[in-house]
Every structure is written in structure tokens, then in C-alpha cells.
């Protein structure tokens, strides 16, 4: 007997939706509601203004791959770092709109390159997602505490990653910076 089977036993309840149930569509759906695998394929992710872009700094050439799949594909525009010294370099000259910040890096940690990037007056509006795989509910305390706007444990869900993504992102702001200007347009 399945799990689900012995609750239904245990409950009394049954598994199949009531006569009078009915599935909103997708449209309908309130932000993060169950929704059948077929809706949530279909159902539009958070779309990325032109020029939005994130920086994702993971030592895991695995977590980076799909963090980058999952953003480019709903044309968000990705930067990659695989230490905390790279990364805080990169988000200063880069200006990201959001961040995804590894804890455990190489060189300095995840802490250090937030605490860093929470001092640097460029940076200390942008969102910080710290990312981790482990289970201790102190490191999430101690990421808020120090500056991060989210806390994500590994593995995660791309429905996961694009409701905070939304959350964090206005999209009346994002991208926050001007529109690069050509050197025909600035009159050279």
C-alpha cells in the first residue's frame, strides 16, 4: 500500500477532485499555486526586461549550468563567477540587476563577497539570492542578517528560482542602469 493510499485510509478522504472542484487556468492561478506539470510548462515566467542581468557566483560548474539554462531561456542575460574574489569584481564593474551568491566559494565566501558588495554604495541596492546546499538553518539567519534579500537551498526548482526572481525584481526598474549609448548617438 502506497503512502498516499494509507492516508486516505488514515484520513478517510479520497484523491480524486470533487464533483463541484474546478482547476483555475493558469491565468487564474494565484502566484505560486499548485498547477498540473502540463500548465507549468506552458504558464509565462517571469519575463526579463532587455538587458536584465544576473550574476551567478557558484564554484559548482553544475548548479551554474542550470541556474544559466533556466535564466537564459526566459532572456535574461547571465554573468558567471567561480570564486567570491571574481565575483565581487565582476558585479562592481558589471552592475547586475540580481545576484545568486554561493555561500561555500573558494577564497573568500559567500559572507565575505556579501558583506563586501553590501559596502560598496553601486551595489548595495541589488538583490543578493545566497544559495547553499547545506541544511543549517543558521546560515540562512546569518545571510539575512548580513544583507541578503533571499535565501535558496540546494537542489532548487525552476519555479523555485523564478518566484523569487520576481519578488525581488520590479519590472517597472529593472534593468536599473541607462541604456548604453552608441558613439553615433552621442554625436562622435
Given at each position: 500500500?502506497?503512502?498516499?493510499?494509507?492516508?486516505k485510509?488514515?484520513?478517510?478522504g479520497?484523491?480524486?477532485p470533487?464533483?463541484?472542484?474546478?482547476?483555475?487556468?493558469?491565468a487564474?492561478?494565484p502566484s505560486?499555486?499548485?498547477?498540473?506539470?502540463?500548465d507549468?510548462?506552458t504558464r509565462?515566467?517571469?519575463?526579463?526586461?532587455?538587458g536584465?542581468?544576473?550574476?551567478?557566483?557558484?564554484d559548482?560548474?553544475?548548479?551554474?549550468?542550470a541556474?544559466?539554462?533556466?535564466?537564459?531561456?526566459?532572456?535574461?542575460?547571465?554573468?558567471?563567477?567561480?570564486?567570491?574574489e571574481?565575483?565581487?569584481?565582476?558585479?562592481r564593474?558589471?552592475?547586475?540587476?540580481?545576484?545568486f551568491l554561493?555561500?561555500?566559494?573558494?577564497g573568500?565566501?559567500g559572507?565575505?563577497a556579501?558583506?563586501?558588495?553590501?559596502?560598496d554604495?553601486?551595489?548595495?541596492?541589488?538583490?543578493?539570492?545566497?544559495?547553499s546546499?547545506?541544511?543549517?538553518?543558521?546560515?540562512q539567519?546569518?545571510?539575512?542578517?548580513?544583507?541578503?534579500?533571499d535565501?535558496?537551498?540546494k537542489?532548487?526548482s525552476?519555479f523555485?528560482?523564478?518566484?523569487?526572481?520576481?519578488?525581488?525584481?520590479?519590472?517597472?526598474l529593472?534593468?536599473?542602469?541607462a541604456?548604453a549609448?552608441s558613439?553615433?548617438?552621442a554625436?562622435?
Amino acid at each position: 500500500m502506497g503512502l498516499l493510499d494509507r492516508l486516505k485510509t488514515l484520513f478517510g478522504g479520497s484523491t480524486e477532485p470533487a464533483r463541484d472542484a474546478v482547476r483555475p487556468s493558469p491565468a487564474q492561478a494565484p502566484s505560486g499555486a499548485a498547477l498540473a506539470p502540463s500548465d507549468r510548462r506552458t504558464r509565462k515566467r517571469v519575463d526579463a526586461r532587455e538587458g536584465t542581468r544576473v550574476l551567478i557566483i557558484d564554484d559548482s560548474p553544475t548548479i551554474v549550468v542550470a541556474l544559466r539554462k533556466m535564466l537564459q531561456s526566459a532572456g535574461y542575460v547571465t554573468l558567471e563567477a567561480a570564486t567570491g574574489e571574481q565575483g565581487v569584481e565582476l558585479a562592481r564593474r558589471e552592475q547586475p540587476d540580481l545576484i545568486f551568491l554561493d555561500i561555500i566559494l573558494p577564497g573568500i565566501d559567500g559572507f565575505a563577497a556579501l558583506r563586501q558588495m553590501r559596502r560598496d554604495q553601486a551595489l548595495r541596492g541589488v538583490p543578493v539570492i545566497m544559495i547553499s546546499g547545506n541544511e543549517q538553518a543558521t546560515e540562512q539567519f546569518y545571510a539575512q542578517r548580513i544583507g541578503a534579500d533571499d535565501f535558496m537551498k540546494k537542489p532548487f526548482s525552476r519555479f523555485e528560482v523564478f518566484a523569487r526572481i520576481e519578488r525581488l525584481l520590479d519590472p517597472d526598474l529593472v534593468p536599473r542602469r541607462a541604456p548604453a549609448i552608441s558613439s553615433a548617438a552621442a554625436g562622435e
